[in-house]
């Protein structure tokens, strides 16, 4: 009996040493297949602390650093990736799907294009949008007439109303080649200084790249079309820098610079903005200019007329700043690539931003350029700065970088006194646009999401989605303006992607 009784002792504390094991093994899968819903509540504070009174904005919910990342808040774990609908972790098998693979980058494509297509659908359903709590045209009139609003913060408050209610529509393109129309991909538009005209560069189906300008004076008819006119040169080269240059009167001339290939030097080539016109083919005068150096970077026209007829490369570690007319060259040289560049109009000097994250001047009336002491004003950035851009009192200066920063720098004390948050960038090199008239900041990001930024207080506006399927080779390019098209122009964002040009109108 005592033997019987120690049998079923035994028994019974194997029994709950086994359902001990179970259980803890239960619970080992459930932590590590399954997201607990504690992490929920851990990152709610994070979530509200992001959403401030300037960000309550109902256009902002979905534009917001906290919704963008929220899918990313799971851990990764090698060989598993996290499926946020189904709240928990999937088993990456190789070999067993290979006609089908199942990785990281195929499962994020897949999360951002559903965003993107719900983005789209909400744009489409919300036809009047508020970019601020309380913010409405009647408010606004009537704080203006009772002479709290001054006329530019009243102007610059009712473009941010305008820019939320904005509304796409898709450009139909004329060319006297009808063959040519629409079959090459949109790589680069640039507008002149009066937004008559857009310079696009255009990658063919070869591997090549072709010129056009477009005519904007058709924007403000019912029927939405645009002239493009092409040029018989072409080059197999790939664009690096694009701008406007003011050499015989006000954006007469288009700046190209090209890259290298195989034995062939790099050159910038200065193009008559004439040779984009509807006139017969043989009438066409001949290229300009063209100087061969190593692979330009970025590239500036010089305004003042202290450094008349000047342009300026960025290169592999030295800047080349060129006289057109007389060909002489200034040489500095630096420590990083320049990958971007921009003329002061008040003072003959450059700003220059470097792969390495410094931003220096140059006055390029000095002759020493020995070592480093040309250098006048000098910030940092953690990453490489893509592009900069002066304001027009010339006492600010705006960057951005390939960690997705954009900083407002006061150059008198050479300090960032704003961040303007959102940006999504990671390799590539991307414009910024500035339009202080309208106090607004524009810019795309690699994520194919076009960003509008309050320029006086940073408070991200509008977050526009791509009408197309973001990847490297559809990050869209876009010009902003009040008067597209002239004096008399509409005013609206130019956004071209692929092969079409859209136009997104206030009304």
């Given at each position: ?12 504390w194997?029994?709950?040493?086994k359902?001990?094991?179970n ?10 297949y399954?997201?607990?819903?504690h992490s ?9 602390e ?11 919910s ?11 808040v799971a851990?990764?774990?090698p ?12 088993r ?6 290979n006609c089908?693979?199942?990785t ?5 494509y ?14 489409e ?49 004329h ?21 008559e ?6 990658d ?5 790249c ?5 005519n ?8 939405l ?8 040169y ?19 001339h ?6 290298g ?8 080539s ?7 016109s ?10 300009l ?7 330009a ?20 570690r030295?800047?080349l ?13 630096t ?27 140059i ?8 070592g ?12 490489a ?18 960690a ?51 320029l006086?207080?940073a ?29 008399r122009?509409?005013p ?5 992607v ?10």
């Open positions: 009996m005592f033997a019987l009784e120690a049998g079923m002792k035994r028994n019974y194997r029994g709950k040493e359902h001990g094991w259980s803890l093994k239960q619970s080992y899968h459930h932590h590590r399954r997201r607990t819903n929920n509540y851990a990152e709610r504070p994070e979530q509200e992001t959403q401030s009174p300037v960000n309550a904005g109902p256009s902002n979905e534009n917001s650093p906290s919704s963008l990342t929220q899918n990313s851990p990764e774990l060989g598993f990736y996290y499926d946020s609908e189904k709240n928990r972790y999937f990456l098998l190789p070999g067993h799907n089908n693979p199942l990281k980058e195929r499962i994020q897949k999360a951002m294009e559903c965003k993107r297509l719900r983005l789209l659908e909400e744009e359903k919300q036809k009047k949008k508020t970019a601020r709590a309380g913010l409405n045209s009647s408010m606004l009139l009537q704080r203006r007439q009772l002479g709290l609003l001054s006329s530019t913060s009243y102007c610059r408050l009712v473009h941010e109303l305008k820019v939320n209610c904005m509304q796409r529509r898709k450009i139909e393109i060319s006297p080649d009808s063959s040519v129309a629409g079959t090459s991909n949109f790589k680069i538009i640039v507008a002149d200084v009066a937004c005209r857009i310079f696009t560069v255009n063919v189906e070869h591997g090549g072709k010129y056009g300008i477009i904007l004076s058709g924007l403000g008819k019912e029927s079309t645009v002239e493009m006119y092409d040029n018989l072409f080059t197999n080269r790939k664009v690096n820098s694009v701008c406007w240059a003011s050499l015989t009167h006000p954006d007469s288009v700046l190209l610079c090209l890259m290939i195989a034995e062939t030097p790099g050159c910038a200065l193009l008559p903005a004439s040779l984009f509807n006139s017969n083919p043989g009438d066409r005068p001949g290229m200019c063209s100087f061969k150096i190593s692979t970077w970025s590239c500036a026209w010089c305004l003042n007329p202290q450094a008349d007829n000047c342009f300026s490369t960025g290169l592999t030295r800047v700043v060129t006289n057109v007319v007389t060909g002489h060259r200034q040489t500095f040289g420590s990083s690539d320049v990958l971007a560049q921009q003329f002061a109009t008040q003072t003959p000097v450059l700003y220059n931003g470097c792969r390495s994250g410094e931003i220096f001047s006055d390029v009336r000095q002759r020493n350029r020995k480093q002491s040309w250098k006048a004003i000098r910030l940092f950035h953690d990453s700065v893509t592009s900069i851009r002066l304001l027009q009192a010339e006492h600010y200066l705006i960057a951005a970088d390939m997705g920063k954009i900083k407002l720098w006061d150059l008198r004390t050479a300090k960032c006194v704003k961040q303007y948050k959102g940006h999504h960038n990671e390799y590539a090199v991307l414009p910024l646009h500035v339009n202080e008239e309208e106090g607004l900041l524009t810019a795309v990001g690699q994520d194919c999401y076009t960003r509008i930024w309050s006086q207080d408070y991200l506006l509008r977050t526009i989605p791509s009408p197309h399927p973001s990847s490297k080779d559809a990050i869209p390019s876009v010009v902003f303006s009040s008067r597209l098209g002239g004096s122009g509409v609206g964002l130019l956004m071209a692929k092969q079409d040009l859209y136009h997104f109108s206030y009304n």
